[in-house]
C-alpha cells in the first residue's frame, strides 16, 4: 500500500507538471500544430487578436513558445508581429534576441525591415536585451535602414547612457549624418568618447639657449643658498 501511495503522489506531481508547464505558455500547443511555414504567420495572428491592454504579455509568451517549436524560425516570427502590429515589433525583437543571443542582428533587421517606423525602439531593446552584441546589431540595422543613422546612433545612446557623449559629438560634428559603422568602432575603442587634456599655455617669451660661461663662477661647495 505504502508503494502505491508514493506512486500515486509522484504522478500527481508529474501531471501537476505539465499541465503548470502548459498553462505557462499557452501558445506553445496552437503554434506547434501549424506547418513550420505557417509558424510566422500564426504567431502575428496571435498578438494581433489579443487585447490591447494583453498584446505585450502575449508578444513575449508567443516568441517564446514560437521558438520552443522552431528556433531557427526567430527572425522570421519576429518580422511577421513587427509586420502585423508594429508597436510590438521591439518586444518580440527583444525577447527572441534574449532567448537567441546569436541570432540577435538578424532578428533585428527583420523587426526593422518590417516596421521601419519602430526602428529606434528596435534597437535600443535588443542592445539592452544582448548588450555584448550592441555594436553589431547598429551595424546590422544600418544595412538594411541606411537613412536612419541618427535613430540607430540615438537608440545605442538611449540603451547605454555612458555612451551618449561620444554619439552626441558624432551626431553633432558634422555637416552630414555620420555613418553608424565609424562610430561604432570609435564607441568600441573609447567608450566614454575623448579625454579633454589640460589646455595649454604659452611661454610668455621665446624660449633660448642659456649658456653655462654666462652663469658666472660656482665657489667650492656650491653656492651658499638661504634657506626657505
Not at 505585450?56 to 517564446?64: D, F, G, H, Q, R
Not at 518580422?79 to 533585428?108: F, L, N
Amino acid at each position: 500500500m505504502k508503494t502505491i501511495a508514493v506512486f500515486a503522489v509522484s504522478l500527481m506531481c508529474l501531471t501537476g507538471l505539465a499541465i503548470s508547464a502548459s498553462a505557462a505558455n499557452p501558445y506553445k500547443a496552437a503554434l506547434s500544430s501549424v506547418a513550420a511555414a505557417e509558424l510566422p504567420a500564426k504567431a502575428a495572428s496571435l498578438v494581433k487578436e489579443a487585447k490591447a491592454a494583453d498584446q505585450k504579455a502575449t508578444t513575449i509568451s508567443v516568441v517564446k513558445a514560437g521558438l520552443a517549436v522552431n528556433s531557427a524560425a526567430a527572425p522570421s516570427i519576429v518580422g511577421a508581429i513587427a509586420r502585423a502590429v508594429p508597436s510590438m515589433a521591439s518586444v518580440a525583437a527583444a525577447t527572441a534576441a534574449k532567448e537567441q543571443p546569436k541570432q540577435a542582428s538578424v532578428i533585428a533587421m527583420a523587426a526593422a525591415s518590417a516596421a521601419p517606423s519602430e526602428i529606434r525602439q528596435i534597437v535600443s531593446a535588443v542592445c539592452l536585451a544582448v548588450p555584448s552584441e550592441y555594436a553589431n546589431v547598429a551595424n546590422a540595422v544600418a544595412q538594411v535602414a541606411p537613412t536612419a543613422n541618427r535613430e540607430i546612433l540615438t537608440a545605442v545612446s538611449d540603451a547605454f547612457p555612458v555612451l551618449k557623449s561620444t554619439v552626441d559629438l558624432a551626431l553633432a560634428g558634422n555637416d552630414k549624418l555620420p555613418a553608424v559603422g565609424p562610430v561604432m568602432a570609435q564607441l568600441i575603442t573609447n567608450p566614454r568618447g575623448p579625454t579633454v587634456a589640460a589646455p595649454y599655455i604659452p611661454l610668455g617669451s621665446t624660449p633660448a639657449n642659456v649658456n653655462p660661461g654666462d652663469s658666472g663662477t660656482v665657489p667650492p661647495g656650491g653656492r651658499n643658498y638661504a634657506a626657505p
